[in-house]
């Protein structure tokens, strides 16, 4: 997708309806503005509730890939407990269980 915008006299990016729309970014949406030699990127600040159902979403779509027949199943509840205790040891918040 690639839009055209201007930058106004205060510095203001408007971005366009349709790149709002594909991203589901409202009023208030919170981003973090990226930069690097490329240009700007922006994304969607997420609060930690909002990362952990991306991330549980993404464990998800990944335990039907790697689920073999002869091993064990593992409840969506367990998976999601394993993630956050990984994810705590990760941040060096420690096990919340």
Do not use: C, Y
């Amino acid at each position: 997708m690639s839009e055209q915008t201007i930058i106004s006299s205060k510095g203001q990016v408007v971005i366009p309806k349709s790149v709002r729309d594909a991203f589901g970014w409202e009023s208030g949406t919170q981003l973090i503005v990226d930069t690097d030699e490329f240009g700007v990127l922006l994304r969607p600040l997420l609060n930690k509730r909002a990362r952990a159902a991306e991330i549980a979403k993404g464990v998800q779509k990944l335990s039907g890939l790697l689920h073999s027949p002869n091993a064990p199943s593992i409840s969506d509840e367990d998976m999601k407990r394993i993630v956050r205790e990984r994810a705590a040891v990760r941040n060096g918040v420690g096990s919340q269980s």
